[in-house]
């Protein structure tokens, strides 16, 4: 099946600094990309929709300053946390849509990233 | 926008016997429901899905129900084994339309052995 690629898996900061996620497809062209933030034990919650070659459209609530979406190619989308704070320490998790057409639905996950500011 | 209600938060069930997971959607134009299986830090893997047009379907030990006028979906595993302890999430999606997946609140599903 596809594979999505994201790095790094686990990263601590020291607050005021920013941080950079990277979110790849392996095997495949993803147009599309999805971020997603997970709290322990609890949902994931769709943060910004990432399109290749636009601007990511934010999901209600989520800071497009604070959290800044890059999805420069086919095959690459970054998140960077910018003037990270302890209270964005958390689980962030992409997802890749298959094709452009005949989408099954099915996505595809990284395996995440756990970001810890201290 | 959509919301999703998923139940029970925890579930233990005794190795061999059945679990299900229950969720109700709340928009009509939602027409994909899978799914996940979360283990501890790692991430989701689809398990099963359901469109609308369809109100069952099973793969193995696994089956998903689908009631489009109610608006509800459930989860079946049936034979259950110790691998199967695990968070599920459902989720729902308008397929060729937003096509934001909306997940559940998930169910920690405890195998007892």
């Known amino acids: 099946g596809a594979v999505v690629s994201q790095h790094p898996s686990w990263v601590i900061c020291k607050s005021g600094t920013s941080v950079k996620i990277e979110c790849r497809s392996l095997?495949?062209?993803?147009?599309?990309m999805f971020w997603y933030r997970q709290f322990p034990k609890q949902s994931l919650m769709l943060m910004a929709t990432?399109?290749?070659?636009?601007?990511?459209?934010?999901e209600q609530g989520v800071e497009k300053d604070k959290f800044l979406i890059n999805h420069a190619s086919l095959t690459l989308s970054t998140l960077t946390v910018t003037s990270a704070h302890p209270e964005d320490s958390s689980f962030y998790i992409c997802s890749a849509k298959l094709g452009t057409s005949g989408f099954t639905g099915e996505l595809f996950f990284g395996e995440g990233s756990r970001l810890t500011v201290l | 926008g959509e919301n999703v209600e998923q139940h029970p938060s925890t579930l233990s069930v005794q190795e061999g016997d059945s679990a299900v997971i229950k969720c109700t959607y709340s928009?009509?134009?939602?027409?994909?429901f899978p799914w996940y299986k979360q283990e501890l830090g790692k991430r989701p893997q689809l398990i099963i899905d359901i469109r609308s047009n369809v109100g069952e379907k099973k793969d193995q030990r696994i089956a998903v129900t689908l009631n489009k006028t109610a608006k509800h979906f459930s989860l079946h595993i049936t034979e259950t084994q110790p691998e199967d302890s695990a968070v599920y999430f459902c989720?729902?999606?308008?397929?060729?339309?937003?096509?934001?997946?909306?997940f559940g609140t998930g169910t920690r599903l405890t195998i007892i052995p």
């Open positions: 989720a729902a999606q308008e397929l060729f339309g937003n096509e934001k997946l909306t």
């Open positions: 095997d495949f062209q993803a147009t599309t």
């Open positions: 990432s399109n290749e070659g636009s601007k990511a459209t934010y």
């Open positions: 928009d009509s134009a939602s027409n994909y």
